[in-house]
Structures are given as C-alpha cells and as structure tokens.
C-alpha cells in the first residue's frame, strides 16, 4: 500500500477526492436498458452522428430494426445557429408521433452537444406535451456526459418522471430502479409473501401503469446511482428507507428487513418468508467464495455500483479491500454499506486517471475493477481486470443471482490462473 495514502474510515471519515481526467461512458448509455424496460415510450436524443453510433452499437439493434429510440443529428446549420432547431425537431417529433402511435411517452434526451449550444429541451418538452395532451407525455432529461458518468442517464430520466408524478396520499412503497425482468419477478414475488401489496417500480413498464407519490409514499432503491431521484422522492414529501444495497445473501436480507420493519412486519415472519432463498444463497455464494477469499481487489470509479458491490465482496466472498473509487458517492444512499465496509479501506470520489494508475501499480491487487478502455492496458502490465460495465449489463440483484455475482469476480482470477499454468 503507498505510504503517502492514509488508511481512511469508511463512514464518517474524510474520502480522497479527486478531480482529474475522467475516462467514462455518456449517460444517454442508460437508454440501452431504459427503452428496454419501459415498453411504450420512445427516446429521441438530440445529439450527434457520434451519439447515434453510441446507441447503435451499445444496443446491438440496427436501426431498421425500428427500436424506441432515435437520434435527431444536429448538424452544422444547427450548431452553427443558421437553422431553426426548435422546428425542426417539432417537425422530426410530428413525423415519428405519426409513423408510431403506440408511443405514449416520448423522452427528448439532451447531449453533450445540445447542451453546449444551450438547447432548452426543457421548454421544448413542455410545449409538446400540451400540444399532443392526452395521448403523448413528453419529457425532458439530460443523457450528457459533460460531467456525469453512464449510470446517471438511468437518475436524470427518473427524476424527471418523478417530478411529473401526479399526488397521492395512498399509503405505498416505491421502489426506484431497473431490473431485469427476471429478477424484478422474484422482487415482487419476496416483498408480496412479506404481506405488501401496494408496491410499484420505477420506471414502470406502461405509462398509463397508475403511479403517484406523495407524504405517504415509502420508497427505497434497488441501484446506488439514483442520488437526484432520491432527492426529487424526498421533495415530493416520499419517505425514504435506508438499508444495504440488495448484493449478495447479506445485503437482500438486509435490505428487506429495512422494508418490513417500516410496514410493521414481524421478524418471525420475516425469517420464515428469508430463510430457504438465503441459505440457498449463502451455499452458492461460498461454493464460487473459495476462489477469491484472502485476494486483493481494486475498484476504478465507473458506475457507482462499487462501494455495495466492495461491501459483498468484503463481508461475503472474503476479499481484501485496498482502495474503493466511485464517481460520485451520495451518502444518502450507500451510508449503511459505507458503515459495513473494513475501517482500513481507502475510499475515494471522482476520478484522475493518471493518479489512480499509480496506486493501483503501488497496490498491485490480484483483481482490478474498472472501466473499458483501462481493461486492455492493465492487462498487458500483469494485472486482472475484471470490466465494470459488465456488472450493469448482468443480473446481480437479489438471493438467487447471489452465486453469480461471485462468479463475476472469480472467472478473471481463474482465467489468470489458467494462463500462468499454461504459460
């Protein structure tokens, strides 16, 4: 470990901020698993030529394939001012509301280079949600990556649902964030057998799905990169519910438990709803767990993922933390995981990639987490990489993905193991 780096607490100790080079993907990445999962809205970005490859080639959808989103390119005239963008993207959005009349929300998402001409999306959105009211809501966010990381596309796009929300003083639970349908099943399925009932996600699949928030609303996250839809549930008057990040059999547990202690539901019931898919989850996580206990990891700030996913595989896989780098860290939210994690754990905010490359080569862990573009390099110095958006893209929520989350971790280890026997 350097010795210029003091050992940090985790909790309430001062984090290492850096405020360097950052080597990220954009947010309008997040509309790969939005339009995905929310079945009848579209998202329109006005962006660029290098925007609409992003989309196109993240997706893995060609676009005769007619998939719910789109790029409006601004070109030269538009950038240079010596067009009407304001008409055209009416005319563009009055073309594409014809030709697709199943869509029932439309989501005009800014980029880098809207916001540098200073598009207001915002005005825009507002005028064409009254003119095409009741059929098209029309919705404005931001998917820039000018200062944000990837996963804050998926933030901005909620919080901007949630300040559309209609009131409600109906006594509910929202739960904020994508999941794979699969796995938002088993979600569902656990919190019904706890006794709740009045239960929504966001976002929700159909537009016209009744959802509304108000002083009686419980919410809690299933994704620790929701920081401004947190702030905008807790401006609507919404509750929050604090727990451990659903990673791994501690973390579900954990997380539930936050959730049926708030709507009164007893620890004996509890147990008996938790008990068989935990230990089916603690049996599976210590099955892949022999590979990496005692191994050092490193995590390069990518997703905002890293600091639960540090605490799963601290407390459950027997990992040794060396440093824990975020994007952004919204205490909020990842307080209790924060709490969880070994006092001796260096955490740190922001990025400086160039800063960050010397630790980790000072540190020299058996495992480095981090973004695409350092994967490759890494690798060619010795180091195993394990890529950080992989984790976004993989169901790793809940009991029954516990196992592979793990394995997530172990197969870069035993792939090096492989190689240096080979070798």
Same mark, same amino acid.
């Given at each position: 470990m350097p010795k210029d780096i003091p050992q940090l607490g985790c909790a309430k100790s001062p984090v290492l901020k850096e405020r360097g080079q950052h080597e990220v993907f954009c947010g309008l990445t997040s509309i790969v698993w939005l339009h995905r999962k929310m079945q009848d809205a579209f998202f329109l970005v006005i962006g660029s030529r290098t925007c609409a490859h992003l989309l196109q080639s993240a997706? #893995?959808?060609?676009?005769?394939? *007619?998939?719910?989103?789109?790029?409006?390119? %601004?070109e030269e005239t538009d950038l240079a001012g010596m067009a009407d963008v304001h008409e055209e993207l009416d005319r563009n959005v009055s073309q594409l509301l014809s030709r697709r009349p199943d869509i029932k929300r439309l989501f005009l998402v800014g980029s880098c280079p809207s916001e540098v001409i200073k598009l207001d999306l915002a005005t825009v959105a507002e005028k064409l949600s009254e003119k095409y009211f009741p059929n098209v809501n029309v919705i404005n966010f931001s998917g820039s990556g000018i200062e !944000? !990381?990837? =996963?804050?596309? *998926?933030?901005?796009?909620? *919080?901007a649902v949630i300040r559309s929300l209609p009131s409600s003083e109906r006594t509910q639970l929202a739960v904020l964030g994508a999941l794979p349908d699969i796995v938002q099943d088993q979600m569902m399925r656990l919190l019904n057998e706890l006794g709740l009932e009045d239960i929504f996600v966001l976002p929700q699949i159909k537009f016209d799905?009744? /959802?509304?928030?108000?002083?009686?609303t419980h919410f809690i996250c299933v994704q620790p990169f929701l920081g401004a839809s947190y702030e905008e549930m807790v401006r609507r008057g919404a509750i929050p519910i604090s727990a451990n990040f659903p990673f791994g059999a501690e973390g579900t =547990?954990?997380? @539930?438990?936050?959730? +049926? *202690?708030?709507? #009164?539901v007893s620890k004996a /019931?509890?147990?008996a709803v938790v008990a068989a898919p935990k230990l089916r989850a603690e049996q599976a996580i210590e099955s892949v767990a022999n590979d990496l206990r005692g191994k050092s990891v490193f995590f390069f700030p990518d997703s905002q993922l890293e600091i639960p996913l540090a605490r799963f595989l601290s407390n459950e896989c027997g990992m040794e933390l060396t440093e824990v780098g975020s994007p952004?860290?919204?205490?909020?939210?990842?307080y209790a995981d924060l709490e969880d994690l070994p006092s001796s754990t260096q955490i740190s905010e922001g990025q400086d990639v160039d800063k960050q490359l010397d630790r980790?080569?000072?540190?020299?862990?058996? %495992? !480095? /987490?981090?973004?695409? #573009? @350092?994967a490759n390099p890494l690798? +060619?110095? #010795?180091?195993? =990489?394990k890529w950080a958006i992989e984790l976004v893209f993989s169901p790793i929520h809940f009991y029954e993905q516990a196992a592979d989350l793990a394995s997530l971790f172990a197969r870069p280890l035993n792939r090096a193991k492989l190689l240096k026997v080979s070798a």
């Open positions: 997706a #893995g959808v060609m676009i005769f394939a *007619e998939p719910r989103f789109a790029t409006a390119i %601004l !944000t !990381t990837f =996963t804050q596309g *998926e933030d901005a796009c909620l *919080e799905d009744e /959802v509304s928030v108000g002083p009686n =547990t954990k997380w @539930l438990w936050a959730i +049926a *202690e708030r709507f #009164g /019931v509890f147990d952004f860290i919204h205490k909020s939210l990842v980790v080569f000072d540190y020299d862990p058996d %495992l !480095t /987490v981090c973004g695409l #573009g @350092l690798e +060619a110095k #010795g180091l195993s =990489t």
